[in-house]
């Protein structure tokens, strides 16, 4: 039977990466994804979800933030939608992370790097095939590193493929990509004798106990809700936005072809808003445009059953 939990949902990721209880799958994570010339051997969970009260007005869902041996920041999270504004706010909370280091009297020298790790199920640099980049304060002119004491890691799902059949004799990095992306569709057992590793057993032992707790599967379908609102609130206010723009064009004066050009256009902007929210890349207008009203509505329809087939 298959596990039946999205590991990428934000309640069952901060479970499984930023529990006390489970810091062997955070120290695991960390070191896939930076490969430190010292490997991370402890790490401290500083923002764990407290008690027992899940209840959706209470418990508002946090990055994971945690703390090695060497007093390295480290801030993971999961985004599911594309914010315009991401680069921004990942910037905002790394540099963040950074100064909350310091007390008064507490000296520069004693800062340690912050580490931002925001793991995507969305494309957010589309003109490179990298699905890992990685990110430091660097020098126009010179190939010189300012300083490595912010640093931010994307990893893109959509652009990672591999099947179950190469995943065992893959990198550990591959492995949890792999993890996030199939978990929910994958039988426990399979799933552990594929990806080897004790760490990834006791992960899929946290969605097991989510699965098996009503409490906790509660929150966690109440969060799905949650994040479904959330993307339905910004399929609206695209359309709206698209729907402005048109109306600003037609009270310019572009009466030509005015009907079967809102039309299309309106079925173009689904086909982008849908591809989107699948995390799948976005068919280029070039591709889009010689097909007729008939493909274009097809295709729409298709993107939707793809939607409504992943719950």
Avoid at 67 to 93: A, C, H, I, S, W
Wanted: glycine fraction near 6%; proline fraction near 5%; hydrophobic fraction near 35%.
């Amino acid at each position: 039977m298959n596990l039946g939990i999205d590991p990428k949902v934000d309640f069952a990721f901060k479970l499984i990466f930023g529990s006390p209880e489970h810091t062997r799958i955070t120290i695991h994570f960390l070191n896939a994804i930076l490969n430190p010339p010292h490997p991370i051997t402890w790490v401290e969970i500083l923002n764990p979800i407290q008690g027992k009260d899940f209840a959706e007005d209470k418990l508002v869902i946090l990055d994971v933030l945690a703390r090695d041996e060497q007093g390295n920041r480290f801030n993971v999270e999961m985004q599911t939608t594309l914010p315009v504004d991401l680069p921004k706010r990942l910037t905002f909370y790394n540099a963040l992370n950074y100064v909350r280091q310091l007390n008064a009297g507490d000296r520069y020298f004693d800062l340690r790097p912050s580490i931002s790790i925001c793991v995507l199920n969305r494309v957010l640099y589309r003109k490179t095939p990298e699905y890992h980049l990685s990110f430091r304060l660097r020098c126009d002119q010179q190939p010189l590193v300012f300083t490595d004491d912010l640093i931010f890691h994307t990893l893109e799902l959509p652009k990672f493929e591999r099947s179950k059949a190469e995943i065992s004799g893959c990198s550990a990095i591959e492995k949890w990509l792999y993890f996030l992306k199939h978990a929910e569709h994958a039988e426990a057992g399979d799933l552990i004798r594929k990806l080897g590793d004790p760490e990834f057993e006791e992960a899929v032992g946290v969605l097991n106990m989510i699965s098996r707790s009503p409490e906790e599967r509660q929150f966690y379908e109440a969060r799905i809700k949650f994040l479904h609102d959330e993307e339905a609130r910004m399929i609206a206010a695209r359309m709206q936005g698209r729907e402005e723009g048109r109306e600003e064009g037609r009270e310019e004066g572009r009466e030509e072809g005015r009907d079967k050009g809102r039309e299309e256009g309106e079925v173009l902007g689904q086909i982008k808003v849908y591809q989107q929210l699948l995390g799948i890349p976005e068919t280029p207008s070039s591709e889009l445009h010689p097909l007729s009203l008939a493909e274009l509505t097809s295709r729409v329809a298709d993107l939707q059953q793809q939607l409504r087939d992943r719950g």
